[in-house]
C-alpha cells in the first residue's frame, strides 16, 4: 500500500495534468510486434529560441532562397525543405487572391514584385495567432521566401516557402529512460490505470532540481516522442517517483509498464 499513497501524492503535487489521446502510441502498445526500445524523456516549459536556434533557422532559409535565385525549381526545393525540416518548413501556393485578402507582411513586398520574379531577401512573418496544448495564445512567425507568379486586376498567384520561428515549446532535461528503476500498474482514486515509476539515484536527483526550477510551469512526459501528459508542477519533489498518466486501457497500461521494466532492466547490465 505504501507505493499507492505514494504515487497518489506525487500525483496531487503534479497539478493540472493534461492528458492526450496518444493514437500512436495507443496503437504500439496493441500492435504486438512491437520490439523497438522505449524512449521516456521529461521535458520543460521553453518560450524563446535562443541565438544558436534562430541562426540555424535563417541559414536553412537563405540557402534555400539562394538555390532558386541560382535557378533552381521553388516547388522542388520547398518540398524537399518540408521533408527534411517536418513541421518546421511549409510551402504554401495561392492563385490570384485579392490584394486586400494577403497578409500584411506579404503585401507590402508583393504589390512591387513583376511577373514570374523572386523576391530576393527573406520576409519576417507574424501577426497570425495559434492555442497550444496549454491553451495559451502563440504567434506564427517565421522567414518567408516568396515569389510572384501572376497579377490580375489587383489579385495575385504566389508561391511561398515559410521556416517557422515559433520555438519548440520543450527541451530536454536529461531525465529519461536510462534512469528507470521500475515500473508498475496501480489504480488511481477512479479505478483507471496509471503508471508508477522510480528512478536510481541519479534520476532522483535530477527529478527534484527539474521540480524545483518548474513550480507553477508545466512539465512534459514524451514516450516514444509523443507527448503523454503535461501536468503543471505545484511544488519540489523528492522520493524518486513519479506517475504517468494517458487514458491507457488495464491491457495498455500493462503493456507499457513491461516495455518500461525492460529499459530498466537493461539500465541494470
Known sequence: MKKTYTAIFVSLMLIGCTSFKNVDLKEDLNNNEITKPISLQFKEEKSTLDETEEKVIEQKA??????????????????????????????????????????????????????????????????????????????ETGLTIVKLLNKKNDKYSFQMLTYSTVPDPWIETGLNENHLLSAEVQLDLFYEPYIYIEFDTEGSKLFEDITERNIGKPLAIFIDDELISA???????????????????????????????????????
Open 62 to 139: 537563405l540557402k534555400a532562397l539562394n538555390e532558386i535565385k541560382a535557378g533552381a525549381d521553388f516547388i522542388v526545393v520547398a518540398h524537399r525543405e518540408e521533408e527534411q525540416n517536418s513541421g518546421k518548413a511549409k510551402y504554401e501556393e495561392f492563385t490570384l487572391i485579392p490584394q486586400e485578402s494577403i497578409k500584411e507582411d506579404i503585401r507590402k513586398v508583393i504589390v512591387d514584385l513583376n511577373t514570374n520574379e523572386l523576391l530576393e531577401t527573406l520576409v519576417k512573418t507574424g501577426g497570425l495567432y495559434k492555442i497550444n496544448e496549454q491553451g495559451e495564445a502563440i504567434e
Open 231 to 269: 501536468p503543471n508542477v505545484n511544488e519540489k519533489i523528492t522520493g524518486g517517483a513519479a506517475v504517468i498518466m494517458g487514458q491507457f486501457t488495464e491491457e495498455e497500461a500493462n503493456k507499457l509498464a513491461a516495455r518500461l521494466n525492460e529499459a530498466a532492466k537493461a539500465n541494470m547490465n
